[in-house]
C-alpha cells in the first residue's frame, strides 16, 4: 500500500473551534502530520461544547465532546501559551520547519505575537499560511468577529431556506449544522493542497491564503446566485422544493412519513406517472414538458400531494426505485446509519480512545483506490504530544521541557 498523498507534509495548526480545525482534519486524513496547538489547561474552545461527551463522564474529564471530536481526528496536541515569549518562540520555531501553517484568529491578532504571515515567512520563505477569518484579511468589516449563523444570514444563504412568508413557519431559516464553517473548511483544503502544489511542483514560492467565511458562503450559493445575476430576480424560499426542475420536493404520504424524489427529465416524468396511474398528466398540456411544469408549478404540486396521501411511504418508495425514480426517505440521525447503503460505504466508524473508551465518528467519505484514508484514528488528548513533538521537532532535552513545564509555557 502506499504512503497517503500528504505524508511528508507537516501542518501547524493554530486553529481553533471549527473552520480550521476541520481544514486541519482533512489534511491529517489526508496523511498530513498536524500539529494542533491548544492552550494549556484548557485546550481548544470546542472540547467543553457539550453535552453530549463521547465516554459520559470520563469522556468529559478528557475533553471528549462530540463537537470536539467532530474535527479533530488523527492530530499531535501540544500544549502552548502564546501570550508568552517563550511560548512565541517555539511556534516560530516549529513554524520554520513546518509546511503549512493554519490559524483563524481575528485579523491583526498574531501580529502581536510575531506569529502573523510576514513574521513566520522570515523565517520560512516556503511557508504555505492560511489564515480563516469571518470576512478576510481585508476590507471594512475585518476586524468584525463572526460565527457561522451571522455568515448563514449574511451571504444570503437564510433568504432561500425555509417555507414562503405566506405558510405557517414561513420566513427566513438558518440550516441546520454550521454550514458555511465545514464548506469554508473545504475551500481551505483545497487552496493549502493547490499551494503546495505550486510551491513543490511549479517552482514557485509559499505564500499567504486569504479565506473568509462570508466570501465561502457567498461563492457556496452556486447556481442560486448565478441564476439571480443573470436575471435580477431573487430565489424564493420553497421548503424542500427545489429551484429547478418539477417536481423535486418532499411529498406527505399516508403513514405521516415523506419521500423526497426529483424528477430530473421527460423519461423520468413518464415513468413517474406511471408510479402514479395518473396518465392523464402526460397529456396535459400544461405538465407535459419541463419548463410548463416549472410555470405551472402552483397547479401541479397539490395533484400530486394527493396521490402521495394515498400509500404510505415504504410503498411509494419502493415503486418509484423500481421505475428509476430519484427518491428517498428524509431520515432522522437514526435512520442515517440504519441506512443499508451507508452502512456498506462505512460512514460510522469506531476507534480506541484511552479515556472514554469506543468512541464512534463519522468517516472521511474520500474513496483512493490506492492510498485509502484510515479514519480509525482517535483525536489527541490535550497536550498527549507536548513533550515528544518538543523533543522529535526542537531536540528539546528533559531538563528544557522541565523548565518549561515549570514557567507555564507548555
Known sequence: MSKLPLSHIVVLDLSRVLAGPLTGQMLADLGAE???IERPGSGDDSRVYGPPFAGGEAGQAAGESGFYLSCNRGKKS???DLSKPAGQDIVRALAAKADVVLENFRVGALA??????ASIKAVNPRVVYCSI??????GPKRFAPGYDAIFQAQCGLMSVTGLPDDEAGGGPMKVGPSIVDILTSQYASTAIIAALYHRDQNGGSGQHIDMALLDSGVAALSHLMEQYLVSGVQ?????????GGVPSQGFQ???????????GNEAQWARFCEVLKRGD???????NYGIGRIKNREALIPILQAVFLTRPAREWLADLDAAEIPCGPINDFDAVF???QIQHRGLKVEVDHPIAGKIPLVANPIRFSETPVDSRVPNPLLGEHTEAVLKERLGLDAVAIENLVREKII
Open 34 to 36: 498536524v500539529i494542533k
Open 78 to 80: 501540544v500544549t502552548l
Open 112 to 117: 502581536r505575537y510575531g506569529l502573523d504571515y
Open 133 to 138: 477569518t469571518g470576512y478576510g484579511q481585508t
Open 235 to 243: 430565489p424564493p424560499r420553497r421548503g424542500t422544493a427545489g429551484n
Open 253 to 263: 404520504c399516508a403513514d405521516g412519513a415523506y419521500v423526497m424524489l426529483t424528477v
Open 281 to 287: 398528466l402526460l397529456s396535459d398540456e400544461r405538465f
Open 338 to 340: 440504519q441506512d443499508p
